[in-house]
């Protein structure tokens, strides 16, 4: 029950449980947040120095996650990872996949958008000077295109940690995040207790948000 009074009873209520949904969604989004980065930067990086038919094709596979619910995803990847010789459902594993995917978008655009800021020629001449292009890449774009992936990275971690169209398919009572602990007390007469988890978890989001902020200013101030 919502009432219009200040009260520690719903916090008290659900501190008192198990902290294992806010370690769940803090340990998954990590993880997601991690891999979707991972991938995103060389397909952003593609996607911008190489525009041919591959390449489009490409950009064309990595959005088409915005096109897909969440819950059409969780069951497609139940249908695949139900049987056979790769079983993952009821893990933890199969939650950061369908994460991974829904949110790669997001590193993709954000690698995509700050590669669009670098000078070509920067690259160019370093391989001219006898650098190798992966390592070209890693020692030289790549901390160039620090500040877009830390901002991707950051967005894919929020988003994932409210996510619940796809882990209310894919997730088992071991692995219950934040997000279903408020639906299952939405859907029965725990709303005050939904409310104080959504609090908890806007705290939790907000944190990362203003580390990163803080050490970007940081960075770019070193910088000038």
Do not use: C
């Not at 594993?93 to 590669?115: D, E, G, N």
């Not at 907000?206 to 070193?222: C, E, F, K, N, V």
């Amino acid at each position: 029950m919502l009432t219009w009074e200040f009260g520690l009873g719903n916090y008290a209520l659900l501190l008192g449980g198990s902290y294992r949904p806010l370690y769940n969604t803090l340990i998954l989004a990590s993880l997601a947040a991690l891999l979707a980065t991972a991938l995103g930067a060389p397909i952003g990086y593609v996607l911008t120095r190489h525009r041919t038919r591959l390449s489009g094709l490409l950009d064309v596979v990595g959005m088409i996650p915005f096109a897909v619910s969440g819950t059409v995803l969780g069951i497609g990847l139940l249908l695949a990872f139900n049987s056979g010789w790769v079983v993952l459902t009821g893990g933890w594993l199969i939650l950061v996949i369908a994460y991974v995917v829904r949110k790669l978008p997001f590193s993709i655009r954000s690698a995509s958008a700050i590669v669009h800021q670098i000078d070509p020629s920067l690259e160019e001449a370093s391989i001219n000077l006898g650098v190798s292009p992966l390592r070209t890449f890693v020692t030289l774009t790549v901390p160039l295109m620090l500040s877009g992936l830390v901002g991707g990275m950051v967005l894919v971690w929020v988003t994932t940690a409210s996510e619940l169209s796809s882990t209310i398919v894919l997730y088992s009572s071991r692995w219950t995040t934040m997000t279903v602990m408020m639906f299952q007390a939405l859907q029965g007469t725990g709303a005050g207790e939904a409310a104080a988890a959504a609090s908890i978890l806007i705290v939790f989001t907000l944190l990362p948000l203003l580390l990163i902020y803080h050490l970007l200013r940081r960075h770019d101030g070193s910088l000038l």
